[in-house]
């Protein structure tokens, strides 16, 4: 079985600028999550969907931080524009639906904000 | 507010020695619980989970919770080197399906 695929692996940009992140998950996993890690803390949800619909955005910046779910499968986050403090590293994760199952991870991208 | 709270440590145990980590959760409700592991620059990679009070045991691993304290452990028995890392609880919010992470408790094991 495929594990989660993330792209790209590291990202870096300039302050202001935009960046956007992929995700696929498992396959026949209804639920994708993205967090973000900054060094030194635990993963922070930003969103998490439930096939193509949202069920938690309440941590996600909606004034710079957009994601979107297509057709239920892959998924995008888009940082527009970027500041310093998003330096983190973005962890894509997906589950069967249901709050029993265990999430998997991507390998996660590492995003440099200079 | 959910929220999820581990003691950062660092905890550092000898070689053979158990090491206890420990996570406190907001909600009542919260109805599953799993712990992961975090090597260094590595993805999270659960070890495993829990969902009703008492005791569970995998291997070296010992999961416990108390739904009326609000309080879930995971010990580690015959502590290796190799379990050196930094051990994430997280907690399955039911009102929203919602999963939290802790800020996570960094584990040394010294040989």
């Known amino acids: 079985e495929a594990g989660v695929a993330q792209s790209p692996r590291y990202k870096i940009i300039e302050k202001r600028q935009s960046v956007a992140f992929w995700c696929n998950p498992i396959s026949g996993h209804a639920t994708l999550y993205w967090y973000q890690q900054i060094l030194g803390q635990g993963p922070k949800l930003l969103i998490q969907?439930?096939?193509?619909?949202?069920?938690?955005d309440s941590q996600l910046p909606k004034d710079r931080f957009s994601a979107e779910r297509l057709k239920g499968v892959d998924s995008t986050l888009k940082i527009q524009p970027a500041k310093l403090e998003d330096s983190a590293v973005y962890l894509c994760a997906s589950s069967r639906a249901g709050g029993y199952n265990e999430q998997f991870f991507g390998p996660g991208t590492r995003l440099t904000v200079l | 507010q959910k929220e999820v709270e581990q003691n950062s440590g660092p905890l550092s145990v000898p070689e053979g020695a158990i090491a206890s980590l420990n996570c406190t959760y907001s909600d009542r409700g919260s109805q599953s619980f799993f712990w992961y592991r975090q090597y260094s620059g590595k993805s999270p990679e659960l070890i495993m989970f829990?969902?009703?009070?008492g005791d569970k045991e995998d291997g070296r691993f010992t999961a416990q919770l108390n739904k009326a304290s609000q309080y879930v452990s995971l010990l580690i028995r015959d502590s290796q080197p190799s379990d050196s890392a930094t051990y994430l609880c997280a907690v399955n919010f039911m009102s929203g399906n919602q999963f939290y992470f802790g800020t996570g408790t960094s584990l040394t094991v010294i040989p």
């Open positions: 829990i969902y009703s009070n």
């Open positions: 969907f439930q096939n193509n619909g949202v069920v938690d």
